[in-house]
């Protein structure tokens, strides 16, 4: 695929596009990471996923040639491939296996995408908190002294929003955790200091 495609890179806040936007391009990641999010009439923005190296982003509009469903952002310096979704539809012909890796990929997102509907719009606003930050630290938290950092260029009303909660209670929620020592927090950046103890909360608070 790296033959189909031409290297682009994005400053750390740039916006790579934003939802609604024609586009015939997949985008694979390099390097560093990019920012998924949704956005409503009202203003919300809901955070559906941070992507990194060797993640694919884009496939929907390559594939069924609509508009972007989603904004998306660097969160750091981004190196990214763009293929044109014509040279995509020429490599699954040519080469079966990457139709079921993109297969794959969507599918993926869509039983992650049930999951997260269930986990974060059903339940306390605590549950919903919870499950966000367990996932946050599962797929982007790094080992630190601590216990594991969650650095994000995300903010709390986006936090809030992707759990369908007021940012007051999200902000709430994370000072009760604060609190019990079960998390820390600082400027966009949340550490986990006790994930069994984050995890036995989840199943209470469900």
Not at 11 to 30: D, K, M, N, R, T
Not at 71 to 82: H, I, K, P, R, S
Not at 143 to 151: C, N, R, S, T
Request: hydrophobic letters at 45%.
């Amino acid at each position: 695929m790296r033959s189909a495609g031409t290297r682009r890179r994005f400053s750390p806040g740039a916006v790579i596009w934003s939802q609604g936007e024609p586009s015939q391009h997949v985008f694979v990641v390099l390097e560093g990471r990019i920012r998924v999010s949704t956005g409503s009439v009202a203003g919300r923005e809901a955070v559906l996923a941070i992507c990194g190296p060797g993640e694919i982003v884009g496939e929907l509009s390559a594939v069924d040639g609509r508009t972007r469903s989603a904004n998306v952002a660097a969160v750091d310096q981004v190196e990214v491939l763009v293929v044109p979704a014509a040279r995509l539809d020429r490599l699954c012909e040519e080469h079966p296996r990457v139709a079921w890796a993109m297969l794959k990929v969507v599918a993926d997102r869509l039983r992650q995408s049930d999951r997260r509907r269930s986990e974060y719009v059903d339940g306390s606003v605590t549950h919903r908190t919870v499950a966000l930050l367990l996932d946050l630290a599962e797929q982007y938290g790094r080992p630190v002294a601590a216990g594991v950092e969650i650095a994000l260029s995300i903010s709390q009303q986006q936090l809030a929003d992707t759990v369908s909660v007021s940012r007051e209670s999200l902000a709430r929620v994370l000072r009760e955790l604060r609190d019990r020592r079960l998390v820390d927090t600082g400027r966009q950046r949340i550490t986990v200091l006790d994930l069994p103890g984050l995890r036995a909360l989840a199943a209470e608070s469900a």
